[in-house]
């Protein structure tokens, strides 16, 4: 099957495709109900087998376009042509050949991308995109080319859920691919600037936005280039990470990939951002590191940042070693194990990885500030858990750290504090022993924080209900425990300046 030359996919299609797909009601949820979590599942693990079966029984045939639209767009299946005439009305079969969207088998209408609804909910409410790319590897049935242009997978969805959900002048999305991060901007952001090295992707991402109704100023270039001399509100990129071996015979993915050793191209985007973003900006990434023989990739990200004037919060989310990650990558490609070409492959990352002294690879989310009238800042840190959608959290928790750097430790002790309302606490205690052996206190939403503190902090963040301030809660607890005043005050504010920090505490309005 081939797949759509740069400039092909036509926008101007996108009006009456959008209205067909809203009268079909091609819906996640739709989507969803036709197919079933296991045959949307095998789909995402590159067979259609399922999907089809699924598709052919006459319940599935009962939905009618929305099936059509299914198996056509999602499962990369070919349709009737004229099943597919009635499930688009308005742009009709030709008008859906015209676009770029299918092409004619004789009867059949076969297609040429994946079109997907994808659903999202922010503070806003819920809301849905349709989004085209590239067939997947489910519908091509062989490797994906070296200039595939990705559809919604994981990582997007991730940096798109962690996306401050703040008004924000303008917005520039760098590697946008098929548009997915500045359609999400849309909904808060007003001037919105997307960049991509591939035609081909800026070509879905014009379609997408037309389908979409959104306005976006696209622009063709390698990173910072097509931005030269502009500065942001925010930044936003997921960009092409994949740490991949500089050596003849490895292929390189434009869409993972750029071209540099190691996590180098990590490192230009982290600096590169410093020169682009306005003061009080925010820059959010997705980034994967290595970790070398005595340097935590973490902390060479942090590094990065602060040295080019930037506050850094570097957040882990998962470590592979070296093997698992070469295995990840290769299966990505197409490339199946057992093969010699896999052997191939494999030894050439792990020759790469040794040569850097690499010892593990971390992925996570990085976000980046240009600080007003302050130092930098750090915080580096590993996930402990919270679910999608942390864009919400994220803004809260810099806006409280903003009220931290403008708040010294005498202005904190006569601040009031309340407890977030996600926080529990809970205490362990050795059988028949009266004081607690560990208190910890949990927090329900955010990234699920789990903190162990001491009774005495314990004693602070259960007596934050925005009445006493914080001095005199200190006071009491220093008198009650029998402890030095001075001596708790000193204990006591950083927890609090953690807590706060983080969102377990927060300042009372
Ligand atoms: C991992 S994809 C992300 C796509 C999309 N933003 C998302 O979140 O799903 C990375 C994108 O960066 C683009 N890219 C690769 N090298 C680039 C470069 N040097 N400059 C700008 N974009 C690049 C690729 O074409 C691809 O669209």
Do not use: K
């Amino acid at each position: 099957m081939t797949a759509i030359p740069a400039g092909v996919l036509d926008p101007s299609a996108a009006r009456p495709l959008r209205e067909d797909l809203a009268a079909a009601g091609f819906r996640s949820t739709a989507v969803a109900g036709v197919l079933g979590s296991a045959a949307e599942g095998s789909l995402r693990r590159g067979s259609t087998l399922a999907a089809a079966r699924v598709l052919a029984r006459p319940e599935a045939r009962a939905a009618g376009a929305v099936a059509d639209l299914t198996a056509l767009f999602v499962a990369g299946l070919a349709v009737p042509a004229d099943r597919l005439a009635a499930a688009l009305p308005r742009l009709g079969v030709e008008g859906a050949v015209r676009a770029g969207l299918v092409a004619l088998d004789g009867d059949a209408a076969v297609p040429r991308v994946e079109l997907a609804p994808h659903q999202f909910v922010d503070p806003d409410g819920v809301g849905e995109w349709w989004v085209a790319s590239d067939l997947g590897e489910a519908a091509t049935g062989g490797p994906l080319r070296a200039d595939h242009v990705l559809g919604v997978g994981g990582a997007s969805r991730t940096l798109a859920g962690l996306q401050l959900p703040r008004r924000a002048e303008s917005v520039l999305d760098l590697g946008t691919g098929s548009g997915i991060q500045f359609l999400r901007a849309a909904r808060y952001g007003r001037r919105l600037v997307a960049t991509d090295v591939s035609e081909r992707a800026l070509a879905y991402a014009r379609f997408n936005a037309a389908l979409n109704d959104v306005d976006v100023d696209l622009r063709a270039g390698s990173l910072f280039e097509p931005v030269t001399g502009e500065r942001f509100d925010r930044i936003l990129s997921n960009p092409p990470f994949v740490i991949t071996p500089r050596r003849p015979g490895v292929p390189e993915y434009e869409y993972r990939d750029g071209g540099l050793e190691g996590d180098a191209l990590v490192e230009t985007v982290v600096r590169g951002v410093a020169g682009h973003l306005l003061p009080g900006g925010v820059a959010q990434l997705l980034a994967n590191w290595e970790d070398r023989a005595g340097a935590d990739g973490r902390d060479r990200v942090a590094a990065w940042a602060l040295e080019e004037g930037l506050d850094a919060w570097v957040v882990e989310r998962e470590v592979q070693d070296p093997v698992l990650y070469a295995e990840t990558w290769i299966r990505d490609g197409g490339i199946r194990p057992g093969t010699p070409e896999y052997d191939r492959l494999l030894a050439a990352w792990l020759d790469d990885f040794a040569a850097r002294e690499v010892r593990s690879v971390g992925f996570g989310y990085v976000t980046l500030r240009r600080p007003e009238r302050r130092r930098p800042s750090r915080r580096v840190e590993r996930e402990q858990g919270g679910a999608g959608g942390l864009g919400g959290h994220l803004a809260a928790c810099l806006e409280a750290q903003d009220w931290l750097a403008a708040t010294d430790d005498d202005a904190l002790l006569t601040a009031r504090l309340v407890v977030a309302g996600d926080v529990t606490e809970e205490r362990h205690h050795w059988p028949g022993e009266e004081h607690p052996a560990a208190i910890e206190l949990r927090q329900g939403g955010g990234f699920a924080r789990v903190v162990p503190v001491d009774a005495a902090a314990a004693g602070l963040v259960g007596a934050c209900d925005g009445e006493l301030t914080v001095g005199a809660i200190v006071d009491a607890l220093a008198d009650l425990l029998e402890s030095d005043p001075a001596e708790l005050r000193a204990e006591l504010l950083p927890v609090a300046r953690e807590l706060v920090a983080t969102g377990l505490l927060m300042p009372a309005a």
